[in-house]
């Protein structure tokens, strides 16, 4: 019987071992699954993001766009009425989904231009009305923070303001609501004013 010396079996043990690791490194399967793994969490954060990032954009522009159609629907008319004003509001918010347009507040208002004593422009609020009755601005009251060389005597300008906050879906990527503020203004285009007798 031949006697196996103790380094001879330490030898072979060492031997097998870098066989194995030779074959597992050169064995690629389950490599793909492994580096996709790693790769899962950065698509989705990347496709939900983009998702959020898009819906925040299209808002933007639905907002700017609402507010620029409705200003100029009112300055259309040649007078207001509140049941006038309710169905532009309404036909603003055809471009909205349900829940955006339970989300927005959108006020019009007619400023009227005149000198002071001194012959310096004044302009004041001749009427106000908004969708859901808040943030009208008084009557009579002065505007002052309009566009330089916006405002000249004896002129109207319709200036329509949109509120609206904007909610995420994914509130990992953004936080809260995004409050979208919009302005503009437009000039009567048959008229120099649009009363509105029933409006405050």
Same mark, same amino acid.
């Given at each position: 019987?031949?006697?196996?010396?103790?380094?001879?079996?330490?030898? $072979? %043990?060492?031997?097998?071992?870098? &066989? =194995?690791?030779?074959?597992?490194?050169?064995? !690629?399967? *389950?490599?793909? @699954?492994?580096?996709?793994?790693?790769?899962?969490?950065?698509?989705?954060?990347?496709?939900?993001?983009?998702?959020?990032?898009?819906?925040?954009?299209?808002?933007?522009?639905?907002?700017?766009?609402?507010?620029?159609?409705?200003?100029?629907? $009112? %300055?259309?008319?040649?007078?207001? &009425? =509140?049941?006038?004003?309710?169905?532009?509001? !309404?036909? *603003?918010?055809? @471009?909205?989904?349900?829940?955006?347009?339970?989300?927005?507040?959108?006020?019009?208002?007619?400023?009227?231009?005149?000198?002071?004593?001194?012959?310096?422009?004044?302009?004041?609020?001749?009427?106000?009305?908004?969708?859901?009755?808040?943030?009208?601005?008084?009557?009579?009251?002065?505007?002052?923070?309009?566009?330089?060389?916006?405002?000249?005597?004896?002129?109207?300008?319709?200036?329509?303001?949109?509120?609206?906050?904007?909610?995420?879906?994914?509130?990992?990527?953004?936080?809260?609501?995004?409050?979208?503020?919009?302005?503009?203004?437009?000039?009567?285009?048959?008229?120099?004013?649009?009363?509105?007798?029933?409006?405050?």
């Amino acid at each position: 019987m031949i006697k196996k010396h103790p380094i001879n079996l330490f030898q $072979v %043990a060492v031997n097998k071992f870098f &066989t =194995k690791l030779s074959t597992f490194k050169k064995n !690629s399967e *389950g490599t793909a @699954a492994i580096e996709f793994s790693f790769i899962l969490p950065l698509m989705i954060a990347t496709y939900f993001g983009t998702v959020e990032i898009s819906r925040l954009y299209i808002a933007k522009n639905k907002v700017e766009t609402v507010t620029e159609t409705i200003s100029d629907l $009112v %300055a259309q008319g040649t007078s207001a &009425t =509140k049941q006038d004003l309710t169905d532009i509001f !309404s036909i *603003g918010s055809k @471009a909205l989904t349900t829940k955006e347009s339970l989300e927005f507040n959108i006020v019009v208002t007619a400023i009227e231009t005149q000198p002071n004593n001194s012959g310096t422009p004044v302009s004041r609020v001749k009427w106000s009305e908004s969708k859901k009755g808040t943030n009208k601005h008084a009557k009579n009251s002065v505007v002052n923070n309009l566009p330089n060389g916006l405002a000249r005597n004896y002129e109207t300008i319709i200036m329509t303001e949109l509120y609206y906050k904007h909610s995420s879906i994914y509130e990992f990527f953004i936080k809260g609501k995004k409050s979208f503020d919009r302005r503009f203004f437009s000039k009567p285009r048959y008229t120099s004013s649009i009363p509105c007798d029933d409006c405050s």
